[in-house]
């Protein structure tokens, strides 16, 4: 199932709001994992709230030097509900 992000908003705390296309919001922190491989740079919090967007038409939420995150992995992240459904279904 493809989700897509009509907005997301980063934070201080390292957690960004993601607004998606069917109107709900959601909140995924991101806390665990600021400053480990990929997201080393991310442990400065200005640029973790400054250089963060929402690429790829709404369907990756991306920082720069190739740190991204599918949309459908962040729904599936904060409505866990749904990744039961749909991939215990898939069985």
Do not use: N
């Not at 998606?20 to 080393?40: E, H, K, P, Q, Y």
């Not at 919090?45 to 963060?52: D, S």
């Amino acid at each position: 199932m493809l989700h897509r992000m009509i907005s997301a908003t980063a934070r201080p705390d390292y957690s960004v709001e993601i607004v998606w296309d069917d109107g709900s919001r959601s909140t995924v922190s991101f806390a665990g994992l600021i400053g480990r491989g990929v997201c080393a740079a991310m442990a400065d919090a200005g640029f973790f709230v400054e250089r963060m967007e929402v690429a790829d038409d709404g369907y990756v939420l991306a920082w720069p030097d190739e740190v991204e995150f599918g949309a459908d992995s962040l729904w599936y992240k904060t409505h866990p509900e749904d990744a039961r459904h749909d991939f215990d279904a898939a069985e």
